[in-house]
């Protein structure tokens, strides 16, 4: 497995805000994913990360709400954009190693007042 | 797009007791993946099943590959408190790399 670090774990943001969460990952891969957990949900994913490209994002998410970077194989950073009390949700980056196998982050549970 | 029923929501158990939950799709899928989420923390994946028909297990827990390649179940053996948690099984289609997740299973152990 790898080691796939997120920061923060938690915060609390005021509405019309935005922030920005880090994932790094211990290993060198290809795509990175990123997905959002809402209370008592299961896992949406919001994103796919490639270095060195556009996102590509899912139906129902949009660049200009969730931009996402992805500078090098290691690292990547999504950012909730003028957020809502409806953003608020765990959010979650994902790496794809052995085959098909996906490991999760610990997550970032974000609260939005 | 694909969808995952998982089943059941929920469960309470005592302890000691054996567990299963499914999940069951129109869709067919190439990978089956279970997973177990903690409050507060990541999905952790259990079981990685790759061929149709295939039984893997992992410790107490035993899962399988139907043979459809539509349907997958976890069985959890002699269920202790730890146990406790979400359990989602999630898919991945034949096209693309995608994972899709069932809606989840949540397990209470009574000791």
């Known amino acids: 497995s790898a080691v796939i670090s997120q920061k923060p774990s938690r915060d609390i943001c005021q509405r019309g805000t935005s922030l920005t969460i880090q994932c790094q990952v211990d290993?060198?891969?290809?795509?990175m994913f990123w997905y959002r957990q809402q209370p008592g949900q299961s896992l949406t994913l919001i994103a796919t990360?490639?270095?060195?490209?556009?996102?590509?994002?899912e139906s129902g998410f949009v660049i200009d709400k969730f931009p996402i970077s992805r500078p090098n194989l290691t690292f990547s950073t999504l950012t909730v954009s003028n957020m809502s009390p409806e953003d608020s949700s765990i959010y979650l980056c994902?790496?794809?190693?052995?085959?098909?196998?996906?490991?999760f982050g610990q997550g970032t549970r974000l609260t939005v007042v | 797009g694909q969808q995952l029923n998982q089943s059941p929501q929920s469960m309470f158990i005592q302890e000691g007791e054996d567990v299963s939950m499914n999940c069951t799709s129109s869709?067919?899928?190439?990978?089956w993946l279970w997973y177990k989420q903690d409050p507060g923390e990541g999905p952790v994946l259990l079981i990685a099943?790759?061929?149709?028909?295939e039984l893997t297990s992992n410790g107490r827990l035993t899962a399988q590959f139907g043979i459809t390649r539509k349907d997958s179940f976890l069985n959890i053996s002699a269920s202790i408190p730890s146990d406790v948690g979400i359990y989602f099984c999630?898919?991945?289609?034949?096209?693309?790399?995608?994972?899709?997740f069932g809606a989840g299973t949540i397990l209470r152990v009574k000791s």
């Open positions: 990360a490639n270095q060195g490209s556009e996102a590509t994002y």
């Open positions: 869709s067919i899928f190439n990978t």
């Open positions: 099943l790759y061929k149709a028909g």
């Open positions: 999630a898919g991945r289609g034949e096209y693309g790399n995608k994972l899709v």
């Open positions: 994902s790496v794809d190693l052995r085959v098909a196998e996906a490991f």
């Open positions: 290993s060198q891969v290809t795509m």
